[in-house]
Structures are given as structure tokens and as C-alpha cells.
């Protein structure tokens, strides 16, 4: 509920009628996520599951299931809204979810009157349990600290012009814009991506109901871009530099185990290091042995089930990683990754927060942080060095 259509398009449908502002509210965005949904392609996902949204109203005062479900409704009903009830769309996924876009009457109403209006988000510090559903929780002075400086963040992030600057992009200020050749990864790597060139408010998000998981920068629309189309991003018309820790998760558990990590972690003879490199990801945030030589072998065929001989080769590469780095592997196979993330989400809070008082502004992309070039990166590597040093004891490659 980032976005809401705006006021010309609410009066001319009929949705401003009710003394609820509540209902207002959720019909004005169900509407912008239709819409937004429309231009990217896919569909919205919602719960008409009642105990959803217990203690939500956290992070929208209209996520309310008396609010939600009524208004929904609605909408279908005015014509505006396809509706698809009770189904499990996502493979593998829990439970049931309804499904909506747009329907015609609307994209019909959407392109002759103004459209979207970008809405504040109410809460930027973010708590999922383990299925990924947001979830209430009490504020301390660490989440009330982790919010102003979210806030400050974006605000920097907000003091200056942002855009892809490359000949086959049409920016456009406050709208939608195609960035082609830009999803990162998956089935549909190398396609086209729309984004909504005012996605840039920040938010905090945290997994597992627990604040020591997770806690990446998310919601700018820098971070859905591949890295070539990053590498295009401008800064108040400057090129940038991106920049990350090498081989942070290694690194970390190294200092976390007081021994210092000896040479290229992804060096192990006898094995591609392209292999290594995936099977250590993997292996750092798999749960079990069993999980990761599986995830490890899909990566080695197109198949929907790996053959024999490759889950042979990523039980040999899984064998070869806990041997390279005994030191740490204990680790491995363990869940360890989501916990690592929130420490490589704190140090480069560190970095952002230097780095403003520097007057430099950085955007997060998840372990990376994109600055523009020349002066502000020169300062900005320095400050990374420092931090990681500071939190961890030993000196980071970026």
C-alpha cells in the first residue's frame, strides 16, 4: 500500500462516498496495486484469512481485515477489480491466497484521468515471522533507532536526482519507466524491468519474528536492477562506482572465530571457482547437509530433479568447502546466512550513516552500496574499511 490512485480518479469511481476513511484508504491503494501489478505484468496476492491481520494496523492503520475484505469486494463489485479466491499460487507455497488486477473499466478510467500518488510509508522498521507475514512487535531504543536513521537515510537518498542515464531508457520523473535488459537473475534474467521512478522511500526488514535476522534496506528501485544496469545509474548526473565487501559472509564467521581467513576463499584445487563460490553460498545459508548438496546439484542441471551424478559432484564440492574452511565449518549447513545478513546490514548502516555526515549520499542494494564516483567513492571505500574494522577486529577487500 505504497502508492494510492489519485483523488480526481477516487470521485470520478465513486469510492470517496463513505465516512470511512479507512475504507477510502485500502480502496485508493487496492486500486494503485492493480495498476502498478498491471504494468509489471503480474497479478496482486491478498489474505482474506481474518487472523492475518491481527496487530498489522502497525504498518497500515487500514490493514484491517473488517477494512480489507469489504473493500475488496467492492471493487469486484463496481467492476474494477478481477477477483480469483483460494488458491496456492506460488509452488510450494502455504496456504491460500486471493488474487486480483485490473480490469478493463479501470485501465480504461487510469488512462484518461491522474493516476498514482505516492504515500508515506507508516512504518519502516519491518518484522516477519517465518513464513514471511508481517507481524506486530513492542518498539525498544534499538528499533527506535534503527527507524530514525532509515528515515534520515531516505531523506538523503530524497535530496537528490536519481535515474538509469543510458540511451535505451526514457526517464520520467514520478512515473513508470522501462529499464530493458535489467531482472538480475532466474527464468527471466536479461528482461525487461518497470519501475516506479518515486520508489525511494527505505525500509528495515527482518525475518524469523527475530531482530537479529535480516534487517537489508529495502524499497528503493535501484535494488531490482541487474548490475549492468547499475553500473548506468547517475547521481545528480554523476556515474557511479559500486561497492561491496568481498566475501563478506566468510569473513565475518572468520572474525567471529578469531582466526584470519588465509588467501581466496573460493580457491580450492581440483574445483571450478565459480563452483566453490555457489556451493559456499549455498552452504552458508542452507538448514541441513542434505538441503544444500540438493540446491548445489539443481544448479548443475535444467532438469526438474538433479541425476545422481550431480548431487555426487555437489556432495564432493560441499565436502571440499568444510575442509578448505574447517576453521568456520561449523557453520555451514546450519541456517547461518540469515543471521549473517543482519550483521553486513549493520555495518553498511554504519558506512550510510558516516557517509552523511560526510554530506555523500549512498543507495543500498542489499551487500552493495551504490555512490557516485570519483571523491564520494574514494571516501566512502575508506569508510567501509573502517567500519568493518571497528565491528569486526579485521580488515575487509572491498
Request: aromatic letters at 8%; hydrophobic letters at 40%.
Amino acid at each position: 500500500m505504497g502508492y494510492s490512485i489519485g483523488s480526481e480518479l477516487m470521485d470520478i469511481v465513486g469510492l470517496a462516498l463513505t465516512d470511512d476513511k479507512l475504507v477510502n484508504t485500502a480502496a485508493g491503494s487496492i486500486l494503485a496495486d492493480a495498476l502498478i501489478a498491471c504494468r509489471e505484468g503480474r497479478a496482486c496476492s491478498v489474505s482474506l484469512n481474518k487472523n492475518f491481520y491481527n496487530g498489522l494496523t502497525r504498518y497500515n492503520d487500514a490493514l484491517r481485515y473488517r477494512v480489507v475484505r469489504p473493500t475488496l469486494l467492492r471493487l469486484e463489485g463496481l467492476g474494477l477489480l478481477e477477483v480469483e479466491k483460494g488458491k496456492t499460487w506460488a509452488e510450494g507455497g502455504k496456504g491460500r491466497q486471493t488474487r486480483f488486477w485490473a480490469a478493463a473499466p479501470l485501465l480504461d478510467l487510469a488512462r484518461r484521468h491522474p493516476l498514482l500518488q505516492r504515500r508515506k510509508p507508516r512504518e519502516v522498521i519491518v518484522l516477519k515471522d517465518g513464513d514471511k507475514n508481517l507481524i506486530e512487535y513492542r518498539d525498544t531504543e534499538q528499533t527506535d533507532r534503527w527507524r530514525r536513521e532509515t528515515l534520515a537515510q531516505t531523506e538523503a537518498i530524497q535530496s537528490v536526482d536519481v535515474r538509469v542515464s543510458a540511451p535505451d531508457v526514457v526517464w520520467v520523473d514520478a512515473d513508470f519507466v522501462i529499464i530493458p535488459d535489467a531482472v538480475k537473475h532466474g527464468d527471466r534474467k536479461g528482461a525487461p524491468v518497470v519501475i516506479r521512478s518515486d520508489a525511494s522511500d527505505l525500509y528495515r526488514s527482518f525475518n524469523n519474528s527475530s531482530f537479529r535476522h535480516g534487517g537489508r534496506s529495502y524499497g528503493h528501485w535501484v535494488q531490482r536492477l541487474n548490475k549492468e544496469r547499475r553500473a548506468q545509474v547517475t547521481i545528480d548526473g554523476r556515474p557511479v562506482d559500486l561497492l561491496d565487501y568481498g566475501a563478506s559472509h566468510i569473513g565475518i564467521l572468520y572474525a567471529a572465530a578469531g582466526v584470519p581467513l588465509d588467501g581466496d576463499p573460493y580457491d580450492i584445487p581440483g574445483f571450478e571457482r565459480g563452483d566453490v563460490k555457489l556451493g559456499l553460498l549455498i552452504a552458508i545459508n542452507a538448514e541441513t547437509d542434505v538441503a544444500a548438496r540438493k540446491a548445489l546439484a539443481a544448479k548443475f542441471t535444467d532438469e526438474a530433479h538433479p541425476r545422481k551424478d550431480h548431487l555426487a559432484k555437489a556432495a564432493s564440492i560441499i565436502e571440499a568447502i568444510k575442509d578448505r574452511h574447517y576453521p568456520i565449518a561449523g557453520s555451514f549447513c546450519s541456517g547461518a546466512g540469515i543471521g549473517l545478513q543482519f550483521e553486513e546490514a549493520q555495518v553498511l548502516g554504519d558506512v550510510m550513516k558516516l557517509a552523511r555526515k560526510e554530506g555523500i549520499v549512498c543507495l543500498p542494494v542489499h551487500d552493495e552500496i551504490v555512490v557516485a564516483a570519483g571523491r564520494d567513492a574514494s571516501i566512502v571505500q575508506d569508510l567501509m574499511v573502517q567500519s568493518w574494522a571497528t565491528r569486526f577486529g579485521t580488515f575487509p577487500v572491498v
